[in-house]
């Protein structure tokens, strides 16, 4: 999952939390409120009605109270007298709910000022407010005035509340989604376009440059990066311009010296250290000079300045061709060398040259590291888009630690005997460049004591020349 993804995630859980528990406190401490609010009305109206009566105890008091009361809405009014009789009613009621009253009353008589409470009961369908008061005189009972007010106002307001709570909650989780998205890529932009950044330099593409804009961490992380790259250019500059020169300023050098070398281990010379030394200065004199024309090849493969010279070629018989040159080495160790093809016949369009010296890498690799009487299996597959060469040995292979590492130039695996064994540690860097140039790619499995098998994957196609086969 991508880093913009979890943080828009995160960002959105949160909103969904925040909502959820903002929403829900102000819904509940929304209807708390009309709640009081309704109650609170109910016992002012109360309090109202017994000071006007208690202070004018006539008739004509209770019906101007009954009249105010009908002009409320879904309510019950009532006059009791003390014996819970009905005096007045702003309703005709039946004696069942006249009962639930009066026992409602008579069990809240111990309230001396009064009581309201909500009340659920089978026959409403919503709880109603209950509520009485009684009336005084010289400090006796002379009767009770009762409301059953309906909370159909209120269950009204409260689910437009609750409707209200949810639109708004649902805008709001939209909008912070879309929020969430647009910071949560604009925070992270910087992070991608560093991470590309990252991949194209560990690949060896320095010619790369990050802007940071800002001045936070992510911005001089960028800056960071690209100056990092910039210096990673002029290093990689400076040091392919000194292997070009090296090697270029040591092949004159190197010739005198193996020229010289070889006409005085040619000369007629009685002393046999003169010969002897003679050879050995020949000898290191041409390994030298094989390594300077490993490196200045390395550098001209690395630097795109070896054309390729594209040709139509039969794989099979062409890599036939390359093992005979080195039937001789594999011989003398009594290696066995085998090569089996797919029954067809696979026209490759390769650089022959350039091909060889990549097979040729391989299969010197393998010999020299094949004990004596071992066995070395070539195979090329023709699948439906690419061709597949395959070298397997049964040397004695190469630890797992190694083998990020073979492709670099000058590593060697054996530290110790590599060197005595001739090899430069430029050859596989060297057919690794080849097979890239292809357009192909290879890749090395290795067990320690079992064997190495490096596999070459080929295009069908390269550039404007297709790869052809038919069967025999």
């Known amino acids: 999952m991508k880093l913009s993804t979890k943080l828009a995630l995160l960002v959105f859980l949160a909103t969904v939390l925040v909502i959820i528990s903002m929403g829900t406190s102000f819904y509940y401490l929304s209807k708390s409120f009309y709640k009081d609010q309704l109650q609170n009305d109910v016992e002012y109206r109360l309090t109202a009605h017994r000071e006007v009566i208690e202070t004018h105890m006539q008739p004509e008091t209770l019906e101007h109270v009954i009249v105010m009361e009908q002009r409320e809405a879904e309510n019950s009014f009532i006059i009791f007298d003390e014996e819970l009789n009905v005096w007045a009613a702003t309703h005709l009621l039946s004696e069942d709910r006249l009962d639930r009253y009066r026992k409602w009353v008579m069990e809240s008589a111990s309230f001396p000022n009064g009581r309201s409470d909500f009340v659920d009961t089978m026959a409403q369908h919503i709880a109603h407010v209950w509520s009485f008061v009684p009336l005084m005189d010289n400090g ?22 609750l409707v209200i709570t949810i639109l708004m909650g649902i805008i709001t989780l939209l909008l912070s989604g879309v929020l969430a998205i647009f910071f949560s890529r604009k925070i992270t932009s910087p992070l991608v376009q560093a991470r590309n950044l990252t991949r194209a330099i560990a690949k060896g593409d320095f010619d790369v440059q990050l802007s940071g ?13 690209s100056s990092m790259a910039r210096q990673l250019k002029e290093y990689q500059d400076t040091r392919q311009q000194f292997l070009s020169n090296v090697s270029h300023d040591l092949r004159t050098p190197l010739t005198y010296i193996k020229g010289y070398a070889a006409l005085l281990k040619e000369q007629k010379v009685e002393s046999a250290l003169v010969k002897e030394q003679s050879a050995i200065i020949y000898q290191e004199a041409n390994r030298m000079e094989s390594l ?3 490196l200045f090849q390395l550098m001209k493969l690395e630097e795109g300045k070896i054309p390729m010279n594209i040709q139509e070629i039969e794989l099979v018989d062409f890599v036939k061709g390359v093992t005979n040159k080195v039937t001789l080495s594999s011989e003398e160790k009594r290696i066995d060398m085998l090569v089996s093809a797919s029954p067809c016949e696979i026209v490759a369009s390769i650089d022959p040259d350039q091909f060889e010296r990549a097979l040729l890498n391989l299969l010197t690799n393998s010999i020299r590291h094949t004990e004596p009487g071992g066995e070395i299996e070539l195979k090329i597959e023709k699948l439906e888009h690419e061709i597949i060469i395959s070298i397997k040995d049964n040397g004695e292979g190469i630890p797992t630690e190694d083998l990020p590492h073979i492709w670099d130039r000058f590593y060697r695996v054996d530290k110790s005997r590599s060197s005595k064994q001739g090899g430069s540690g430029l050859g596989l860097a060297i057919t690794k460049q080849i097979i890239e140039r292809h357009g192909g790619d290879i890749q090395i499995e290795s067990t320690v004591h079992v064997g190495t098998t490096f596999t070459i994957r080929l295009p069908i196609s390269f550039g404007n020349l297709e790869i052809k086969s038919r069967t025999l």
Do not use: C, H, P, S
Not at 146 to 157: K, L, R, V
């Open 140 to 161: 006796d009972v002379t009767g009770y005035l009762f409301i059953d007010q309906d909370t159909g106002i209120f269950e009204e307001a409260r689910k437009n509340l």
């Open 213 to 225: 804009r800002g001045k936070d961490e992510l911005a001089d992380l960028m800056n960071d990066i």
């Open 292 to 294: 300077v024309k490993d």
